[in-house]
């Protein structure tokens, strides 16, 4: 997709619980706490949501394999919570995010179904359980029946050294869900860094099964998974190639106005629905941006709703035209880009 602030992030916000999880176990940890908090400030500085990734970090940074919960408080609880100490630049962020609220700046609407309900479908599409959940399922099934007929050779799933990634997963998976639960947006990124924890939950299974000796129950596992996958490679390229087109028409529009708009001209945005796909007022501001840099700062934009009224945003600057625009050859909506996709 656009990457974006996510995918910049990655990186560092992978490392950073990698590190937090080597100092638990390091002769010198102070080496590796340093490199979890520096990493994880990279990634808030990237966007704030990635505070998710804090108390997983904590946990790991605190529970060594082989240790109880309160043994892990005694020996390492003081050092792995100076790691919550970087979740102040996001707090004194959000309160001054809340104090000096602006239009055009995110609104947020409290904890709603609808986004929840949105939310969860992002995480399914995330982990491809549509394409996977068989395999997933069989696995489940395989470690079970595994450990009924040889149960000394698996190691029980939620003990020994599994226990505090199945908890780290879990810390991240709810931390990144209720991120994104107070607005009222959603984009296949915004599952980020929630879907790691679902991810760390699933190579846990994916452990136990590697441990289960082998039988024709685990060869159908590994099967199902092996299918799942392809099929998820194979909707990938329907995905990829969709988001191409669109940003291929989006290229057009504004390779057309920078070479054919006359001097001053005036340009109508039709806000759309971005929950449908339709293009809304922020694909606009962009659209704006984009001429602007290639030399057309003389074209305006004006950004308006479905009905002719204008809109106005912090971002862009006052429309000096009002509904004249929308008479002009120079009007970019959701109707010429199905008209294009077609």
């Known amino acids: 997709s656009l990457t974006l602030a996510e995918g910049v992030a990655m990186p560092y916000g992978v490392f950073a619980l990698i590190a937090a999880r080597r100092a638990a176990h390091s002769a010198k940890p102070w080496r590796w706490d340093v490199a979890a908090g520096l990493s994880v400030l990279v990634a808030l500085g990237c966007k704030n949501t990635f505070a998710a990734l804090v108390p997983a970090m904590v946990m790991l940074r605190m529970w060594s394999d082989g240790l109880s919960l309160r043994e892990a408080w005694k020996q390492n609880g003081t050092r792995a919570l100076l790691l919550a100490t970087t979740l102040a630049l996001p707090i004194g962020h959000f309160v001054y995010f809340k104090l000096h609220w602006h239009e055009g700046q995110y609104h947020t609407t409290g904890l709603t179904v609808g986004q929840t309900v949105r939310m969860l479908a992002s995480l399914k599409g995330a982990i491809g359980i549509d394409f996977l959940g068989v395999g997933f399922g069989l696995a489940a099934l395989a470690v079970w029946f595994g450990k009924r007929q040889h149960p000394g050779a698996v190691v029980p799933v939620g003990s020994g050294n599994t226990r505090p990634a199945i908890v780290a997963g879990v810390f991240l998976l709810l931390a990144g869900f209720a991120a994104y639960l107070p607005v009222d947006i959603i984009s296949g990124r915004y599952t980020i860094p929630a879907a790691w924890g679902l991810d760390i939950l699933i190579g846990v299974l994916f452990t136990a099964l590697l441990a289960v000796p082998r039988s024709a129950f685990t060869r159908l596992a590994w099967a199902g998974i092996a299918v799942g996958i392809a099929l998820v490679m194979a909707s990938l390229i329907g995905k990829e190639e969709k988001f191409a087109a669109r940003a291929n028409v ?93």
């Open 250 to 342: 989006l290229w057009d529009a504004v390779h057309y106005v920078e070479q054919n708009a006359p001097r001053d001209a005036r340009v109508a945005w039709v806000d759309g629905d971005a929950l449908k796909g339709e293009l809304d007022a922020e694909e606009g501001i962009h659209f704006r941006w984009h001429l602007l840099h290639r030399g057309r700062g003389d074209v305006k934009i004006g950004l308006f709703t479905a009905d002719g009224r204008p809109i106005e945003r912090i971002e862009h600057p006052r429309s000096e035209e009002h509904t004249s625009e929308l008479q002009s050859p120079y009007v970019i909506s959701y109707a010429v880009f199905c008209l294009k996709k077609k």
